[in-house]
């Protein structure tokens, strides 16, 4: 029963990836070129996936969207705009597990322990994009070394367009609610509109609730696999820590588990930060099963932006567990972030409103000012 339940929201899903592509095909030119234009801006980019992530709560559901985007089968959004997008939603995921170290805010040590490991996520992420970032804009790393995987994979360089069964089935259980839509309204903007928020609303349902089930199959499962994980080397912990995280479809479930550990005092800061960059790598399996469910003639960069979502996360953290002291910053800025939130709590507030939503909001509303 569970596991057709989990199919059920798996096809439920990808009906709202392709549900997504159409909405944007009804669309037309004129609005989707204000938007990409206004992404143009790698900082605007990265912003706008940070605030979107926070949001919804879920990396996942924001690079689904933005697979979609790119994949969409006219006018796709530019494969360059959407990388800075993409690294925006690997730093807006981190805000879930602080938010729930908040509430340990009332014991000192406590709140100190469960924040330190909360953070060193959030510090990880912000490195991750200050030394790839620049990286990408200069050289097209990520954008050009995902497209030749991704030629690779489609086994044909201009994408591919082939009748799936599974196409079939999509384009089947996706006719009924066009017709609805047809039906409520005359208008394409209307339709497309509509048709664009029931593709966002099926894929945030579907992953929320596939998360929640996945999570009661597994519950007794992952604390088991974590426990085991925590003692062994670091390279262990980052596989246990990709391994959980696409057993429960979320980064965020897996980060979040820590922070009470670490605030009860049984795993200590350097057990949590490997497990911790091993979801981030997880959590890009869901972006690589939406793009596989997208098919015509853009398929192919569907692909390209999640593999740019998989090799940002490698990169990162090669680079960043390559070397000791490179290793220890994100710790070490954790620990003295936590000593400042534990002497006064409304630091550790100040820090979730502005970082995760002040920050990425302001800059929208000047950057759109300036234009």
Known sequence: MRSLLVLLLLFTFLLGVNALGDGFKLLGR????????????????????????????SSSVTTSLIVGLVAAPVNPLPIANAVPMVMGANIGTTVTNTIVSLGHMGRKHEFYRAFSVATCHDFFNYMAVVALLPLELLTGYLR????????LLTGLAGGVDYDSPLKGLLKAALQPIKTLIQAITASERVQAVLLIVIAAALIYVALMMLVRVMRRAMHSRVEVIVSRGLHRSRLVAIIVGVLVTVMVQSSSI??????????AGLITLGQAFPITVGANIGTTVTALLAALAVTGPNARWGITIALVHLLFNLTATVLIFSSPRIRNVPLAAARWLASIAVKSRKWALLYVVLL??????LFAVLNRLLD
Request: proline share 6%; net charge neutral.
């Open 30 to 57: 004129g609005l989707l070129d204000s938007f990409f234009t206004a992404t143009q801006n790698p900082f605007t980019g990265l912003m706008v996936g940070i605030l979107a992530t926070t949001l919804v709560q």
């Open 144 to 151: 050009k070394t995902a497209t030749a995987l991704s030629s």
């Open 254 to 263: 897996t980060t979040s588990l820590l922070v009470p550990l670490a605030g």
């Open 356 to 361: 995760f939503y002040g920050l990425p909001a």
